[in-house]
């Protein structure tokens, strides 16, 4: 008897013990942790991260930061906004306990809600549901555990628990996803992935999903390449300059971006309208007013290399004329709307030449409702002007911004900001094509640049047609022709005299001399610059060689 109640009892009652003791390990009951609830208004996220850029762009410094820190009771107050959306009573102590205990609650089930908590890089979601059958309420939960990573590379969330009650579920991966394949024909990674659309991907094994940070940005972002580009700068500056810190500490999520760093508040430059080139004709005549410079410097060496002398002024000129078609308005390039109450802008590229050639592009982000209020920082691309063919080429190397510093493997992202409409941009540098054509239209033909203290200096080509010391000779008479004239400014006149003095002086450096008369002459107006040039046309008819006769020189 013993063994036949082994051999059929003891297997029945197993079968029914199995169920039951899932039951007894599925069962847990949970309380709503009201506290976090209480007092709460459920601020949307987009307008946490308002108020704190509002705050930042007040008056930003190097020191300021953007800190968005979500609490624990924050981020269940969200929850409880949505929650109210469906029962407005809830955890309303005026309610009958149907209302205030339950979010949705029929006949034979009770959801009470979700809250969530936030340990040491780990977030838990909770839930808890009541299923009422006749007299007898079965409570349990669901708890999701996960650790999260951020960086500006990628987002992991990896799965750390699925636990029904007390029954932990997260090894069920894999059998679930056989069961899926079965059922559905594709397992639970291809689901998962379809329903990620491509801006994350899931991995089964590790259970986790990767948000990889640039596919996504390319997908939100694929009609609007140029704004692409400048977030991708931008976050670039952010990762390898160590300026994002993200965590968990005493029950709250925190993200502190030092955007301060990079910000320079140093001011713009801004080309007037009545500077601006007007085409092509103009920018010759530019050109060949700096000629009378290229002139001068044939004294000083009795193998001299003539040269102009383009100022940062001038270059900024040629700058705005050849990137104007791709200006959205007057001095910006790009402007993008950032969270429907910002814009972020980025404007015509400058150069400026102290220490070094750097071509300037300033960015902003500022308040479209107040404009005062604004982020600005200045990305310096330090470059290396080169002639190559009949191209002048500005290769960009190194960044900065601010405090901070970035690779030259970025700059692309910086040149598809400022966009390639007319063919400025060629393979990582400003390209000014056919420049020595332009050059040669003004009677000259480069040889080769060099950077100064305070100018590009493009050195040109003589040749033998016109003895050197003719030329020289000409120029010394043509000097004291036009010396202490009273229509011009008393530096030029000072230079004048300095340069004529040098060459009587063989202790005084001609060439200083020289470089420095070049310096004034680069400081004239245009309509001083006109009346310099026709007094030289005019001296030179009382030489030997007339003004025409030195363009010549030039191959």
Do not use: C
Request: aromatic letters at 8%; proline letters at 4%.
């Amino acid at each position: 008897m013993k063994f036949l109640f082994k051999l059929i009892v003891l297997p029945i009652l197993s079968i029914v013990a199995i169920p039951l003791i899932l039951l007894a390990v599925m069962y847990k009951s949970v309380d709503i942790p009201i506290e976090d609830f209480e007092g709460t208004t459920g601020m949307p996220l987009s307008q946490m991260i308002e108020d704190e850029m509002d705050a930042f762009l007040v008056n930003p410094t190097s020191t300021s930061a953007l800190n968005l820190s979500i609490a624990q009771k924050d981020a269940n107050a969200m929850l409880k906004a949505q929650f109210l959306d469906l029962n407005a009573e809830y955890l309303d102590e005026n309610a009958d306990d149907d209302k205030r205990y339950y979010v949705l609650k029929e006949e034979y089930y009770g959801y009470q809600g979700s809250w969530v908590r936030f340990k040491d890089n780990t977030v838990e979601i909770e839930s808890g549901a009541h299923v009422f059958a006749g007299g007898f309420t079965y409570k349990t939960r669901l708890l999701i555990s996960f650790n999260l990573t951020v960086d500006t590379d990628e987002i992991v969330l990896k799965l750390d628990k699925l636990t029904i009650g007390n029954m932990p579920l997260a090894w069920t991966f894999s059998t679930a996803s056989w069961i899926a394949e079965k059922v559905t024909g594709q397992d639970i990674k291809g689901l998962i992935d379809d329903q990620l659309g491509g801006l994350a991907t899931f991995d089964a094994v590790k259970r986790e999903v990767r948000i990889d940070v640039d596919t996504a940005l390319e997908q939100m972002m694929s009609e609007d390449p140029q704004s692409l580009a400048l977030i991708k700068s931008l976050l670039a500056f952010v990762e390898e300059n160590d300026l994002l810190e993200i965590g968990f500490s005493d029950g709250e999520f925190g993200a502190d971006l030092n955007l301060g760093k990079t910000v320079d508040n140093s001011a713009v430059f801004e080309l007037q309208t009545a500077d601006k080139i007007i085409n092509d004709a103009h920018l010759q005549s530019i050109l060949a007013s700096k000629a009378s410079a290229m002139i001068f410097s044939t004294l000083g060496s009795e193998n001299p290399t003539p040269f102009i002398d383009l100022d940062q002024f001038t270059l900024n000129r040629v700058f705005e004329y050849f990137m104007r078609d791709g200006q959205t308005s007057p001095g910006v390039l790009q402007e993008s709307p950032i969270l429907e109450k910002y814009t972020m802008k980025a404007y015509v590229p400058y150069v400026t030449i102290a220490g070094g050639f750097v071509v300037n592009v300033p960015i902003t982000i500022e308040d479209t409702a107040n404009p005062g209020n604004k982020y600005q920082t200045i990305i310096k691309i330090d470059a290396t002007p080169e002639v190559s063919g009949n191209d002048l080429r500005i290769v960009l190397n190194t960044l900065a911004a601010g405090e901070v510093t970035l690779g030259n493997e970025h700059i692309g992202n910086i040149l598809t900001v400022l966009g390639d409409d007319n063919g400025f941009i060629v393979d990582g540098a400003f390209v000014i094509e056919n420049f020595d054509e332009q050059m040669n239209a003004a009677g000259m033909s480069i040889q080769s640049v060099a950077v100064t203290s305070n100018a590009l200096r493009l050195y040109v080509s003589l040749n033998d047609s016109i003895p050197i010391a003719d030329i020289q000779e000409a120029v010394q008479d043509v000097l004291n022709a036009i010396a202490d004239n009273p229509n011009y400014p008393p530096e030029l006149n000072d230079a004048i005299n300095d340069v004529l003095d040098s060459l009587l002086d063989p202790e005084v450096d001609t060439e200083e001399a020289v470089a420095n008369l070049v310096a004034q002459m680069e400081n004239l107006t245009d309509e001083e610059q006109e009346l310099l040039y026709n007094d030289l046309i005019a001296a030179f008819e009382d030489t030997d060689l007339d003004y025409e006769d030195l363009f010549n020189i030039v191959p």
